[in-house]
Structures are given as C-alpha cells and as structure tokens.
C-alpha cells in the first residue's frame, strides 16, 4: 500500500479549539485576584479619527508593539527627556513615545537622532538666544529646501503636531520643535 492510499482511506484531522479547562479558569482567577485587570494605558486608547485611521493602515502594528518595531530609542528619549524620572515613568513614557513615532511615521534611525538630539539638549541645555538661532536656521533650512511650498511644508508641520497633542508635547517638552536635525 502506497502512502497516498494510506492517507486517503483515512479521515482528515480536523481542528478544533481547545475548551477552556476548570483548572485553566480557576489559575485566571487566582491571578486576577492577585494582579486585578489590567488597566487601560493612554497609549492604546486611541485620540482621533486620523490617528484610528493610521494605526488600521499598518497592518505590521497588529502583530508588534510599537516599541517592538523602534528598538531601545523611545527607551532612550524618555531617560534623555526626563534623566531624574523614576523607573515606571520612563517605561510609560517610552511606551507612549514609541506610540507617537509609529502614529507619525518615524522610523528607527529618526527616534535614534531625536534621542541624541535630546541628550544632548540635556547635557548642555540651550540659551535662549541659542534656541532662537537653532528657530532662525530651521527656517532657513527649511525655505531652501522647499522654496515656494515652504508655507505649505509649515502648515503641513503644525497640522502634524495638532493633529496628536502627545506629539506636540514631545516636541514642547524636549525643546526639539526648532532643532534644524
């Protein structure tokens, strides 16, 4: 008898889903009891329409976290941002800032250069005359770049920042919103 008779006289497997067993629900009850539900975290509640929209069109953020797909940098601008802010703070405050780059489109490398830009903010913060310089040369930068449409790129911008207020505080609070990089 070949293989394929073999196989043939016999019924398929069929698959089935497993019943959850007495013993399976009495250990979810013990760490309910134990550790309660899990509360909703800002991150995953969803802000806007636009941001419901973006999160849905990238089918990679059901199947990773967002600080899975960004590696150690949201980490690392939440200590840049806020070096004294104990440990659940920074693992929160990653969590949500990896949720914000994924929500606008920032890569691996652009929360990496942020993180550095802000260590570095950190280290040696600014002068106020400094940060109207970095304002002024931004600008600049900007208006080369994009000559006629530079209105348009700076309306595009703020539409950015307004459309996710985490977004905008990332930017207000890590003083990066004029930083030329």
Known sequence: MSTNNLYAETAAPTATTPKPSAASAA???????LYGAPAARMVDQVLT???AALRESQPARALYADADQLG??????????DPMADEATITS????????AVDTGMTRD????LAAFARQYASSPPSDEEQAA????????????????????????RGLA???HRFAALLDKSRLGNHRG
């Not at 405050?93 to 914000?100: D, K, N, P, T």
């Open 110 to 113: 652009d929360v990496a250069q």
């Open 27 to 33: 250990t979810q009850a013990i760490a309910d009891s």
């Open 72 to 81: 150690q940098g949201p980490r690392e601008l939440a200590v840049a941002i």
């Open 49 to 51: 329409p636009e941001i």
């Open 134 to 157: 970095h304002a002024r040369t931004a600008v600049l930068a900007l208006r080369e770049t994009y000559g006629p449409r530079f209105d348009d790129a700076m309306q595009a911008a």
């Open 93 to 100: 405050r990653a969590s949500s800032l990896a949720s914000v």
């Open 162 to 164: 307004q459309r996710d």
